[in-house]
């Protein structure tokens, strides 16, 4: 199956406990911080949720 890497680029200060707990989900917790995922529907929804924090890498 295929990955997709993610890169943080914003802070969760001042942000939901939703959004917090999303990034924590996709192994994000620090700023420039990149996690792999397999690239699922629901990988693809998380990202979608908290999109102004995040950044798809190639």
Do not use: F, W, Y
Request: proline share 3%.
């Amino acid at each position: 199956m295929a990955t997709i890497k993610i890169k943080q680029t914003g802070s969760p200060i001042r942000r939901t406990k939703d959004q917090r707990a999303t990034l924590v989900g996709l192994g994000l917790n620090k700023m420039h911080k990149v996690s792999e995922l397999q690239d699922s529907p629901e990988v693809r929804g998380m990202i979608r949720k908290v999109q102004h924090m995040v950044q798809v890498v190639d």
